[in-house]
């Protein structure tokens, strides 16, 4: 599982330094590769999707909610100055 982990993070290879996507290519050929290249693509963008999708709704969520209080300080103002001119 750990080293399924770093190949799918950063560094895929042995303990001895050897790159384990060589060592199962020579062992099941190119289709592995392909597979291989697709699954760690979709992996990895989305990994990068998920995190910048959570920054993007923490950063919305807190510009709706500074919006919502600016708009309801300008109506306790507004409601003020109307009720001092009636």
Excluded: W
């Excluded at 790159?19 to 990068?48: N, T």
Aim: charged fraction near 25%; charge should be positive; include cysteine.
């Amino acid at each position: 599982m750990f080293s399924l982990f770093r190949c799918f993070s950063d560094d895929c290879s042995a303990y001895d330094g050897t790159p384990l996507s060589e060592r199962v290519r020579f062992g099941y050929g190119g289709v592995f590769m392909i597979s291989y290249i697709v699954v760690l693509m979709l992996v990895r963008v989305g990994i990068f999707n998920m995190i910048m999708a959570i920054f993007l709704e923490h950063a919305m969520t807190a510009a709706l909610r500074r919006k919502q209080k600016e708009l309801a300080d300008s109506d306790i103002e507004t409601e003020k100055k109307l009720k001092r001119m009636v």
